[in-house]
């Protein structure tokens, strides 16, 4: 009879220079909690609650004030922040937790409203994305249409990945996780519903995947391979991405190629099926962990039994848990033991406060 121990989930893992407990992964999770944009002591609890996890990848934060996108999100580019970020770091490393940071720039998923002074809302292409998105002063607002950045200011963005990475090792942090998924700023430059660019930054596929790969090359080349991932969401549709267009596989197929030569540490693949969106081919899934070399990450709608079954398969190295890990900060515990998990409460996933946020039991404190 098989046991926990004998759990492929349950087993170390060696990621570039850092050995993983497990191969549970905390996804990436937004959670509004960072007022006026900095790290504070109550992210330190929430992360540290987490810090069971193999490697945890913390909420998108802005590498840029025109980064930031939705209210009360963190950045990655003052002192003060890089000060609330070791708060977190220090935290959880003490826990014998692993951490990255998730550097989201969000483009034109942004309102002024949400930008401090200074910054303003961006992207390849003047369009729009559809919908509303909520503003603390004005509820909920129309997308407004974005500036299209020149060649100069995309120069300019580049380098502001390089400047928050490098904070991100000054804070404490294990590595980086470069956000190219989910409809914001690097998947509107690969998406061509978004990127309309006529210069070397769009047109082709090949164009388009430009901007992910100078942001990876160059923020490897400041902080080292093994301490840069990358996450994509092809099929994707969050932030009005077209989802299925053509040549969809040939040019994830040839970024994951690049990024596997640029020895990135990591490739993280959404798949958000689980959410509403197109699901991701498992053909082409296997595909893409086999085009790129180092370590692959699977993530979306996974519980402990398929996390198992696709890690037995070979589909991924790692699986990332993104809902469970919200109301279950003990998740690696359950998952050994076997035991129910608490359901997240959504009205709580982007609010101020401790509620719906640190206050979710582990199995010993509902003893
Ligand atoms: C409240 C919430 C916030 C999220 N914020 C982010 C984010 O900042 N960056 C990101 O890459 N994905 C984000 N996601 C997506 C998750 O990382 C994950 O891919 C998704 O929840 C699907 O995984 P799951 O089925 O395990 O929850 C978020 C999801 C939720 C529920």
Known sequence: MSTDSDKKLFSTYALGNINLDNRVVMSPMTRSRAIDYLPNELMAEYYTQRSGAGLIITEGTAPSKNGL????????????????????TESVHADGGKIFLQLMHCGRMSHPLNVPEGGKVVAPSAIAPEGKMYTDQEGEQPY??????????????????????????????????????????????????????????????????????????????????ERVGIRISPYGAF????????????QYLALADELSKLGAVYLHLVDHSSMGTPEVPREFKKKLRETFKNTFIISGGY?????????????????????????????????????????PKPDYFYTPGAEGYTDYPTLEEEK
């Open 239 to 250: 932030g009005s991405m077209d989802p299925g267009y053509d040549d969809v596989e040939t």
């Open 144 to 225: 407004p249409t974005p500036n299209a950045l020149t060649a100069e200011e995309i120069e300019q963005t580049v380098e502001e990945y390089v400047t928050a990475s490098k904070n991100a090792i000054a804070a404490g942090f294990d590595g980086v996780e470069i956000h190219g998924a989910n409809g914001y700023l690097i998947e509107q430059f690969l998406n061509p519903g978004s990127n309309v660019r006529t210069d070397d930054w769009g047109g082709s596929w090949q164009n388009r995947n430009r901007f992910a790969i100078e942001v990876t090359r160059r923020v490897i080349d400041a902080i080292g391979a």
């Open 303 to 343: 519980d402990a039994e398929r996390a198992e079954a696709d890690l037995q398969e070979g589909l991924g190295d790692l699986v990332a848990f993104g809902r469970p890990y919200i109301s279950n900060p003990d998740l690696v515990e359950r998952f050994k033991k076997g035991a129910e998990l608490n359901d």
């Open 69 to 88: 996108g939705y209210a009360r999100i963190p950045g990655a580019y003052s002192d003060a922040q890089v000060e609330g970020w070791k708060g977190v």
